[in-house]
Nanobody, 126 residues
Framework: QVQLVESGGGSVQAGGSLRLSCAGS??????MGWFRQAPGKEREGVAA???????SYAESVKGRFTISRENAKRTLYLQMNSLKPEDTAMYYC??????????????????????WGQGTQVTVSS
């Protein structure tokens, strides 16, 4: 059974840091990414990483967030630094067996992605 399980969310003050993890099972994924959805807003791509380790980031998180993966463990990470109140959202891990570049992956509508985790809440207070 293909499954993604996120962890690491929580509540922090502005300027703080969190590290999200996403443990995968089932089979290997070529493309992986993080998305987020705030109340009343559309789900948006935050960062993506391809099987070669190339990465792509949304403009709003560049320089603050870092995506990484451990293929042997089928685990995806998102290190989030200098958090802002506008980063508050439910964060979702996504994976897909198709081979996209990281830039392609981040530009795709979220509905294109095949596999999703249940989400982990991140709340940043001012």
């Amino acid at each position: 059974q293909v499954q993604l399980v996120e962890s690491g969310g929580g509540s922090v003050q502005a300027g703080g840091s969190l590290r999200l993890s996403c443990a995968g099972s089932g089979y290997a994924y070529n493309s992986m990414g993080w998305f987020r959805q705030a109340p009343g807003k559309e789900r948006e791509g935050v960062a993506a990483i391809d099987n070669d380790g190339s990465t792509s980031y949304a403009e709003s998180v560049k320089g603050r967030f870092t995506i990484s993966r451990e293929n042997a463990k089928r685990t995806l990470y998102l290190q989030m630094n200098s958090l802002k109140p506008e980063d508050t959202a439910m964060y979702y891990c996504a994976a897909d067996p198709r081979r996209w570049t990281a830039m392609q992956a981040l530009g795709l509508p979220w509905r294109f992605w095949a596999i999703w985790g249940q989400g982990t809440q991140v709340t940043v207070s001012s």
